[in-house]
């Protein structure tokens, strides 16, 4: 289909539950990062709620597309700046004591390029108690980033999340967070058949491989799944039991690329949810994610009626 047909066309038809963080993005633009010893001027761009479900959250959220979140809210400053977020997008409370939430540092450069310092929060300690009010099985769709796939916070929603229905398709993005992730943690991903959503040199680093069709067709006998790779202007490469092919990008001027990753998974779970081919999926992603990496800041995905009036839908490049 084309952009314009698959934005008039999204109807839910299944259910996604959207586990991880959500804390707050102080966003600093600089020409470059520093070496180690120097000084350099930067500027401060923007304080926002962001983190990468809740990014995910957001594109669901503008799209108009109904979903469950966990996304725990400790207890202090940056906890009470996010609640407030949640409450003027009516999404659930899940408050716990004991921590705050955590904040991110997003450094980016002049040529768009991001890079984080975080300070981890109550986001990294999940409790299984939490999932008792979930029906798990209800789901159709589980998004996990990297973020929370690390040591016993791992173990501890693995372990929740046996208890999803058979036909349930774990979304799973690892981001930057591959070297840290335990190789234990990954075969376990990889044999509930997660469904990869990541970009091409996190493909390189988890096979090995060279080339993107050589990285993906490993993942996806890896995982028995489809796998989805992105590729920046180049929009996104797929495997899946159809073979190996690529998506076009559209047409942009980068500003940054914070959350433009989980904005394009929060498209690929909206185009599924929706009951949409995984080649429209990923074009439904492919403009969502060039839609966030032309503005400034994370969660700044565009809502339906922007990207239906947006005159960059029509530019696909090399058209």
């Not at 407030?84 to 540092?105: A, I, Q, S, V």
């Not at 943690?185 to 080339?211: D, V």
């Amino acid at each position: 289909m084309q952009i314009e047909q698959i934005l008039n066309h999204l109807t839910p038809d299944k259910k996604a539950l959207l586990i991880g963080s959500a804390f707050v993005d102080l966003g600093i633009k600089l020409e470059k990062l520093p070496q180690s010893g120097s000084d350099q001027h930067g500027q401060f761009e923007n304080a926002k709620v962001g983190g990468c479900c809740f990014n995910v959250a957001d594109v669901l959220y503008k799209l108009n597309l109904p979903f469950q979140a966990l996304m725990p809210l400790g207890e202090g400053f940056i906890a009470n700046l996010v609640k407030e977020e949640f409450k003027k997008r009516n999404y659930p409370l899940h408050c716990f004591k004991g921590f705050d939430n955590g904040w991110c540092l997003s450094l980016v450069e002049a040529n768009g390029e991001r890079s984080f310092i975080t300070m981890d929060g109550i986001e990294r300690q999940f409790q299984k108690s939490w999932f008792k009010d979930l029906k798990l099985k209800d789901f159709d769709f589980v998004y996990l980033s990297g973020y929370q796939m690390e040591g016993e916070n791992a173990k501890v929603i693995l372990d929740a999340l046996e208890d999803l229905k058979e036909t349930c398709t774990i979304v799973y993005d690892p981001g930057p967070r591959i070297p840290l992730i335990s190789q234990d943690i990954t075969a376990e991903l990889e044999k509930r058949h997660c469904l990869y959503t990541i970009n091409l040199e996190e493909a390189f680093m988890l096979t090995g491989k060279a080339s993107a069709q050589d990285a993906l067709g490993a993942l996806h006998l890896r995982t028995k799944q489809s796998v989805v790779v992105t590729a920046g202007k180049n929009g996104a490469y797929i495997e899946d039991d159809l073979g190996f092919r690529h998506i076009e990008g559209f047409k942009i001027k980068v500003v940054d690329t914070v959350g433009s990753g989980d904005s394009h998974t929060g498209g690929i779970i909206a185009g599924l949810m929706c009951n949409l081919t995984l080649d429209d999926a990923t074009l439904l992603a492919n403009r969502l994610a060039a839609s966030v990496t032309a503005t400034q800041g994370a969660a700044s995905a565009q809502t339906l009626r922007q990207l239906l009036d947006d005159p960059m839908a029509l530019k696909l490049l090399g058209k």
